[in-house]
């Protein structure tokens, strides 16, 4: 890694979890900014032309938007003689795009700030790994002795992984593991605890990071939520707590966590979780194939639940207590876009807090049916976006112009693969996220 690097590669983003940006000069290594079309709000996967989705005034002469940044958000790179930095989207008079969610995030954060607690996430984030045969075609990876938790080169032939753990390690991206998951050829990446958006920055970039690393080893790693249909999904699990002002974790109540025992902070999360739980979906499951992984008995986030150490219900209390408490939602792909789900989580858990929603009980059953449960997520995508326009308190909190947006490009995301399926309906997605 170079201390005096040549350029600056400046990204954010967008609504459908891809990374946008470009490279700019050395100069740029400062408070500054650099603009892009609006339109990219209207842009799909399929790269069709511009939809005239909201926010993004396609017929009013497709306008700039600024990405700035400042000079201490910049950090080093992958790629040589490059260093990295997020940013905000701005218009033209100034005022925050409403569809940048980055922003969304912030405003996330400072909702919770104002009742004097500061959020912190950690996230794991579960990948397939393909290859292309001689023939073109995409294939697993071959893992031959790949188990569940498994390392070592029976895992990853390629040593791919060893990659992304070295580079993380040289240029400051924190991760507490890499690991082998259930089906071969999946992986779990973790990445270390930290405040809201500082942490959220990390994931995008690390994210990116790991699928261009994979793929200078010959590997295509993907983070759909279910890209083979005969094995399990790939999610986001967003763990989550509070400090104080005193650094004190808010929603610690003993030394062990135990869902008998929560404090009104915990609770008070954990119910807006429940009451927002369908709305959710249509934001941090947004994408074709999430209902694929959205399934009962899938350890997936499906059903409307909550409990203790039990990988079935969507919301664990994990028997950590003391500093380390903390609460896990485990129903985001790992390709939603992690600045929007973050914020969703953030948001809805804000509302239960606020609100004194009241807490339905904890899980008592095995949780594969789901037997405390009063309901699950939709269906399809389409049923989770009516969920989610449905909800208005949910929308406003996260953000009305962002929402209105997302849901005009899902929807037309519906039509566009509406006729796809199995591989084709994979691979319509699969060189992105």
Known sequence: MSDNPARLRAMFCD????????????SKMRDDESRFARPTFSVHYDKDLLIEAPGTMCLEGLPDMALRWTGDEIRPGWEAGTHVVMGDLHAGDGSPVPMCPRGALKRAVA??????????????LEAYAFVRNVDGQIVPYDTPGGVVYGTGNF??????????WNKAQEIGLPLDLITAEYDSPQFEF????????????????????????AWDHGVLLTFLPKPHLNKGGSGMHVNFSLTDRKEHNAIANGERGDPANLNDIARGCI???????????????PNALSYLRLQPASLSGF??????DNRNVTVRVSAEGGKKARLEHRMADAAANPYTVVATVLQAALLGYENKYPLPPAETGDGFTGNDAPHGTAASLTEALNDLEADSALSQAVGAGLVENHLYMKRAEVDKTASLE????RDWYIWYI
């Open 190 to 213: 973790t990445l270390t605890f930290d405040t809201a958006v500082e942490h959220v920055d990390t994931v995008v970039l690390f994210r990116q990071m790991a699928r261009e690393i």
């Open 422 to 425: 199995g591989e084709a309906l």
């Open 271 to 285: 119910s807006g979780w429940m009451q927002h739980h369908k709305a959710m979906a249509g934001l941090i499951a």
């Open 111 to 124: 909702g919770w700030e104002k009742h004097g607690l500061t959020p912190k996430v950690g996230i794991e």
């Open 303 to 308: 059903w409307c639940n909550w409990g203790g």
């Open 15 to 26: 609504h459908l979890s891809i990374m946008r940006g470009k490279y700019l000069p050395a």
């Open 155 to 164: 895992t990853d032939p390629n040593r791919f992984t060893d990659a992304i």
